[in-house]
Each structure stands twice: as C-alpha cells, then as structure tokens.
C-alpha cells in the first residue's frame, strides 16, 4: 500500500538529512585515513568534540549559526549544503516519478553522492563504494524502473566497464599518460547495473555535457591540457538526471 505523498516526502527528507550528515563525515574522514564507524565528530579548528545534540542535521547549524559551541569558530558551508543535497535529491523524484521508482531513485542517489563528492574533492573512487553501488544495483535496480530486465542490467555492467576502461587503456597506449582514472570504467559499469545498457549512451552525452558546462564555468577552463577533471562526478550527475527523465529507455 502506498504512503500519502506528504508522508513519504517527510521520511525521504529525514532520511535524506541523515545520510547527508553520514556522507559529510565520510567525505572529510576517509581520505584523511580517520575511522567513519568509531570516530568521534570534532571541530576541526579547536579539536573539542562535538556533543550529539549538536550533531542534529541541519537543526544543529542552523541553532548553532554554523559555528563551532566551543571556540565559536566558523565550521564551513560543506556540512549543511551536503545534508540539503541529500535531501533534495530524495525528493526531487516525487514530483517525476512514479512512487516506487522515486524512491528507488533516492536509494541510487544516496549512494552515488559520497562517489561524486570524493571524485570531486580528491579525484579518487574507492572501489568499496562502487561495489556497494552495483551490488545495490543488483538488488533494488527494479525498483527504480521495472521495464528494464536482469539481463539489460547485467549487459550495462558489462558494456558500462569493457567501453570506458576500452578508451582509458587506448589513450594511455597512445599518448603514454593516463587520461582517465582507474575508477571511472568501474563506475559507469555500475551505473549500467542500475539503468541497463540501454541507458548508458544518454548517461555518458549528459555527464559530458555537464562536464563541459561545469569546466567552462570554472578558472579550469584556462588550462584544459594541464587539469584534472573529476569524471566520475560527472557520470554521477549524468546518470541521477538520466533516471530522473520522466520516459523510459
């Protein structure tokens, strides 16, 4: 039986709040070698810990006006935008999608935000989260669009992986440099696992075209031969907005 609308937006945006905390954690631990599991959160400028009651997501920022309770020190935007992110792209669906593949849609978001933020921030995509991406996928992927069988699933896996790590190795082969990340053909393999291979031509012409706006919009842009570009995030952003059109592929 289906929830009332109201109701499942209120538990997807809790839901939402609360795993944007956890993301914003994971994004500033993990690559700085802290534990995500047993480490306490703490200010980054005095070191105190910081209490649960001001771990509230959202709430605690916004009673605390973004400062630390101890030194008073500002804590940065990244928290709360992360923990808003993470709630807007849980509901966004609701107003596109039929219930079930919304919030089947919201699992698959949840779990590419931490990929997207970590390529962004630090070019890297742990492989232990892309795993947990396809093997998600594996599980829920009919939940966010039925049509699309075991089948075309496993064979976006399959071409997702074999196309992009294809064109990773052929450029290295010919200009002696990596021009892609060891991560990106891993998770376009993955993204296949939940759209199906039908899907992945538009995920690809999408993230590249956000990639491109994104580049020309940034000081990158002046030094293309020379930069790094965060891929992963893009095929990220390409793929939410991919499932997120209301047809079917």
């Not at 031509?201 to 993230?207: C, Q, R, S």
Request: proline share 6%; net charge positive.
């Amino acid at each position: 039986m289906a929830l009332p609308l109201w109701m499942l937006t209120i538990w997807l945006a809790l839901l939402g709040a609360v795993w944007g905390s956890f993301t914003s954690a994971l994004c500033s631990r993990w690559p700085r070698g802290e534990s995500i599991i047993t480490g306490r959160s703490h200010c980054d400028r005095c070191g105190t810990q910081i209490a649960a009651y001001d771990l509230i997501p959202v709430i605690s920022f916004l009673v605390l006006r973004g400062k630390c309770r101890t030194c008073r020190q500002k804590i940065g935007l990244s928290p709360i935008a992360t923990e808003l992110l993470a709630i807007v792209i849980a509901i966004l669906p609701l107003a596109m999608l039929p219930q079930d593949e919304a919030v089947g849609l919201a699992i698959f978001a949840w779990i590419l935000l931490p990929l997207i933020l970590l390529d962004h921030r630090h070019l890297w995509l742990p492989d232990r989260l892309i795993m947990v991406l396809a093997v998600v996928g594996f599980l829920l992927g009919p939940l966010l669009n039925p049509d699309v069988t075991l089948i075309d699933r496993a064979i976006g896996l399959l071409a997702g992986f074999l196309s992009l790590e294809a064109i990773r190795h052929f450029y290295k082969r010919f200009r002696n440099i990596d021009g892609m990340g060891a991560g990106d053909p891993k998770l376009f393999g993955a993204l296949g696992m939940w759209l199906g291979w039908q899907a992945l031509p538009i995920t690809l012409f999408t993230a590249s075209a956000v990639g491109l706006l994104l580049i020309l919009f940034s000081h990158r842009s002046k030094n293309l031969e020379q930069a790094a570009f965060p891929l992963g995030s893009y095929l990220g952003i390409g793929a939410y907005i991919t499932a997120l059109a209301p047809y079917q592929f």
